[in-house]
């Protein structure tokens, strides 16, 4: 008569052993840990690409923004400093306009 071990041997699927893995290039015989310099540096060059991430979501947020508004893009460069008045009422009409994005949340 045969075992149980070894019955559950043929009948149980064996999984891959679970590795832990270093993307740091060791050599062989080497523990794999990295050295506090080599932490450092990547752990800069994590914080690096996470604010590249957030700049990339800002700008598309903002460009999102500017195109609900219906802004064209040949005025996205110009601001409200740029505009020079004729009259009184382009005048009323800028200080109107400069007072409503202070007036949004």
């Known amino acids: 008569m045969k075992h149980m071990s070894d019955l559950l041997k043929k009948t149980t699927p064996s999984a891959p052993r679970a590795t832990k ?3 740091i290039g060791r050599g062989v015989g080497e523990t794999g ?3 506090l310099s080599e932490l450092q540096a990547v752990s800069r060059a994590a914080i690096a690409e996470l604010g590249r991430e957030r700049q990339a ?3 598309a947020a903002i460009e999102r923004a500017v195109g609900r508004a219906g802004i064209p893009r040949r005025f996205l460069h110009h601001s409200f400093e740029d505009y020079a008045t004729d009259s009184e009422a382009q005048l009323q009409a800028l200080t109107l306009a400069r007072s409503m ?3 949004l949340p």
């Open 21 to 23: 893995t270093f993307p």
């Open 33 to 35: 840990l990295l050295s």
């Open 57 to 59: 979501a800002r700008q």
């Open 101 to 103: 994005p202070r007036a």
